[in-house]
Every structure is written in structure tokens, then in C-alpha cells.
């Protein structure tokens, strides 16, 4: 899905993983990272700002719940939406500028020329 060093796989039905049971699945992501990778660095990195700020963990779980109000069928905006977020907290934990900007490229809608 365009991140380097990250796959990102998909469900084919609301049955996988697939099991004798044929059990429902809640819907989710999976991602797996090669390791000491850039996307793997920037999860890990994020994740642990929020664990350990916890005002900052409520506000972005305040605006993922907007963002997914507001774009229930559009998961670019979504994205768009959350990635300056995640740039602030990976700024404030002094995460590489090139990277940074990587980061934001990959997750950013590109808006039309006008």
C-alpha cells in the first residue's frame, strides 16, 4: 500500500481467517513490518508516546471517532485526517525530519493543481 518496508493484507470476507467454524471476524488491519524499518519504527514510536501521555492518547481517540463520523466510506480522508496528529507526536519525540516528511507524502492526499 505504498509504505516501505510494510505489507499491508487485506480480508477477502468477513470469514477470514478462515477456521472449521466458520466464524465471523470483527473487521481489522494487519500490517507487518520488516524490522528496524521506518514504518515499523514510526508504530512503535507512536504507540509508545500515547502509552505514555495519555491526555494525548484521549484526543487522538476523540479524533479518530470524528474522523470516522465524518468519512465512514472514505479511508483516505481518514488517513489524511489523523496524519498531522501523528506528526506532531512523532516530532515531539524528535523522530527523523526526512522521515517525517516520508511519512507525511505517503499518508497525505495529494490535492489537484489549481
Same mark, same amino acid.
Given at each position: 500500500?505504498?509504505? %516501505?518496508?510494510?505489507?499491508a493484507f487485506k480480508r477477502s470476507s468477513e470469514y477470514t481467517?478462515?477456521? $472449521?467454524? =466458520? !466464524?465471523?471476524?470483527?473487521?481489522?488491519?494487519?500490517?507487518?513490518?520488516?524490522? /528496524? !524499518?521506518?514504518?515499523?519504527?514510526?508504530?512503535?514510536?507512536?504507540? &509508545?508516546?500515547?502509552? $505514555?501521555? %495519555?491526555? !494525548? $492518547? $484521549?484526543?487522538?481517540?476523540?479524533?479518530?471517532? *470524528?474522523?470516522?463520523?465524518?468519512? %465512514?466510506? &472514505?479511508? /483516505?480522508?481518514?488517513? &489524511?485526517?489523523? *496524519?498531522?496528529?501523528i506528526i506532531a507526536v512523532l516530532e515531539k519525540t524528535g523522530? =527523523?525530519? *526526512?522521515?517525517?516528511? /516520508?511519512?507525511?507524502?505517503?499518508?497525505k492526499i495529494e490535492q489537484p493543481d489549481n
Open positions: 500500500m505504498g509504505i %516501505p518496508g510494510r505489507e481467517p478462515l477456521d $472449521a467454524e =466458520n !466464524s465471523v471476524w470483527p473487521a481489522h488491519h494487519l500490517y507487518v513490518c520488516l524490522q /528496524d !524499518s521506518i514504518g515499523l519504527k514510526n508504530h512503535l514510536i507512536f504507540r &509508545d508516546y500515547l502509552r $505514555a501521555n %495519555p491526555e !494525548s $492518547a $484521549a484526543a487522538y481517540g476523540r479524533l479518530k471517532i *470524528t474522523l470516522a463520523e465524518i468519512y %465512514p466510506y &472514505d479511508i /483516505d480522508r481518514y488517513i &489524511d485526517g489523523k *496524519t498531522d496528529f523522530f =527523523n525530519k *526526512t522521515h517525517l516528511n /516520508d511519512i507525511s507524502g505517503q499518508n
